[in-house]
């Protein structure tokens, strides 16, 4: 089945606002907690009815769809190449991660052991955070190459930190794997720039009408 552009914007939008929770977290040991909800949402959407619906509704992707106008966008200003490489990172692993069935079978596994937590607590609960890092940790990190994630050596030697960052980082993988399934590849990002970015403009403008 063939996707619309908004599908694929969505699901890119995904992967970019990972990026920014991840850069968020390593740099200043924060996190915007209704966009990690949002992102650790999307991880248990195994059957969703539509793409808008992995993330619950289009306003609580409003920073990944920012990201996405400020890094593709030809205005002239700075891009931040350290979202551009988590960016890249984590749609070239979901491709590695699609030719292992077993670590696709033990993702699923794992992600529905964590269910049971999800249902129990708030999904910024450090119990579920924990959980998913772990899942993150005994799967996705036994790829090459891994994600290397920068950020400041204190903030991430604490393990709440840590934690959060896998946790993230699984949402991300989640969200490429959609991009890939709505047909979404990396020649896109480079040669589709412009149609990317009107259109998260479009689910911005939307997004803003409907709030």
Excluded at 181 to 191: A, D, E, K, M, N
Aim: proline share 3%; aromatic share 4%.
């Amino acid at each position: 089945m063939s996707h619309p552009l908004s599908d694929r914007t969505l699901a890119l939008a995904g992967v970019f606002q990972a990026a920014v929770l991840v850069k968020s977290v390593a740099r200043k040991g924060m996190v915007d907690l209704a966009d990690l909800e949002t992102s650790l949402y999307s991880i248990f959407q195994v059957d969703p009815p539509t793409v808008e619906a992995v993330y619950g509704e289009v306003q609580r992707l409003r920073t990944g769809l920012q990201a996405i106008v400020a890094q593709l966008g030809q205005d002239g200003e700075p891009k931040d190449n350290e979202l551009t490489r988590y960016v890249v990172s984590l749609i070239h692993l979901q491709s590695r991660l699609r030719r292992n069935q077993q670590l696709l079978s033990d993702l699923r596994a794992g992600i529905e052991r964590a269910r049971a937590l999800a249902d129990q607590h708030s999904l910024s609960d450090d119990a579920l955070i924990e959980a998913l890092a772990s899942l993150y940790t005994q799967t996705l990190s036994t790829l090459t190459p891994r994600i290397i994630v920068s950020g400041e050596p204190h903030i991430l030697a604490r393990a709440t930190n840590a934690a959060r960052i896998r946790a993230i980082l699984l949402a991300g993988i989640r969200a490429a794997v959609l991009w890939q399934q709505c047909g979404g590849s990396r020649w896109q990002i480079l040669f589709k720039r412009a149609d990317l970015v009107r259109a998260a403009n479009e689910l911005l403008r939307t997004s803003e009408q409907l709030h």
